[in-house]
């Protein structure tokens, strides 16, 4: 299963975004990830293809608000993250 949400047109993007994104993947980006694909960077929840609780969809979904309501700032989709 994939939940995705559209942030911001490539060209619109400048490589300290970029590298900025891409360092959270790894520590502050927990569930969700950025991705580039069609000239747009989104954020992306997969899951496995097992049954998701209500519950689970929820935070799939904040994830993603969160996650694409920080970008160019904190990269974040929770306040949990890892050291760097």
């Not at 069609?38 to 998701?52: C, G």
């Not at 935070?59 to 608000?65: I, T, V």
């Not at 160019?72 to 760097?84: C, H, I, K």
Request: charged share 20%; glycine share 2%.
């Amino acid at each position: 299963m994939r939940m995705i949400s559209p942030i911001i047109y490539l060209k619109e993007a400048d490589e300290l975004m970029i590298s900025e994104c891409l360092k959270a993947n790894f520590h502050t980006a927990l569930d969700v990830k950025y991705a580039i694909s069609d000239d747009i960077i989104w954020t992306v929840f997969i899951h496995p293809l097992s049954k998701l609780s209500k519950v689970q969809v929820v935070d799939a979904l904040s994830q993603l608000f969160f996650s694409s309501s920080t970008f160019g700032d904190s990269y974040s989709n929770t306040n949990l993250t890892f050291p760097e």
